[in-house]
């Protein structure tokens, strides 16, 4: 789930997206030990504070956060976090949306993610916390996986429109009516997988001749 954003980044250099690590969202949430395992929208700021240090998350037009559950990957993107923080256009919402290839809503998710935004804006930006303004929920309409395998798949190819055709792939995850939408090509997810592992497999080779190369150079 790390390997191919950074991919993306890569490709698509003149972007505004920042992904966390898969680690991020855990690590957010993660409670003690002691504590009775129940749903809760508990985050832990200080456990990930310092993960933002080289970053203003406010300064980018997409945030992702992939997310694992009960062994299900998932997406959270946030759109226009200025907004939140009085810093955005006045045309402009925010929102936080779900992109779940199974269909569920998070709104738990949601909630846990408004907190850490929060947080994150009163820590960074020295905002008081009434300013903060709380983005909008959306479910988004996605492609729907046909089993119970291939969520991180879906996951990725939703990363990989976003950097390929933001702007599209923003009205569709905010539409209600965006399962059909151009922005999820008709068809290229049900061969992404092989997609993908054509690229690891190619990133693999590049990674073995850079290590020879390295070796004839000592």
């Not at 907004?83 to 809503?105: A, N, W």
């Not at 916390?129 to 983005?135: E, L, N, R």
């Amino acid at each position: 789930m790390d390997a191919y954003p950074k991919i993306l980044q890569a490709q698509h250099q003149r972007n505004s997206i920042y992904v966390f690590s898969s680690f991020f969202f855990t690590r957010l949430t993660q409670s003690d030990e002691s504590s009775p395992r129940k749903q809760t929208t508990a985050i832990k700021y200080e456990k990930v504070q310092r993960w933002t240090d080289k970053v203003n998350i406010f300064e980018k037009k997409y945030i992702v956060i992939p997310i694992e559950q009960a062994h299900h990957w998932f997406t959270a993107i946030i759109t226009n976090p200025a907004h939140c923080v009085g810093l955005g256009r006045d045309d402009e919402k925010s929102y936080v949306t779900i992109l779940d290839s199974l269909g569920g809503d998070r709104k738990v998710v949601y909630e846990q993610v408004c907190k850490y935004l929060k947080a994150e804006a009163t820590t960074r930006l020295d905002i008081d916390h009434k300013d903060f303004k709380a983005p909008e929920y959306v479910k988004a309409c996605v492609p729907q996986q046909p089993n119970l395998t291939d969520c991180g798949v879906y996951c990725l190819y939703y990363l990989k429109r976003l950097f390929e055709d933001p702007k599209k792939v923003e009205q569709a995850l905010i539409s209600s009516d965006s399962k059909n939408d151009d922005a999820w090509i008709p068809g290229q997810v049900q061969f992404f997988r092989r997609s993908l592992t054509n690229i690891f497999k190619e990133k693999a080779k590049e990674y073995e001749a850079y290590k020879k190369e390295k070796l004839m150079k000592k």
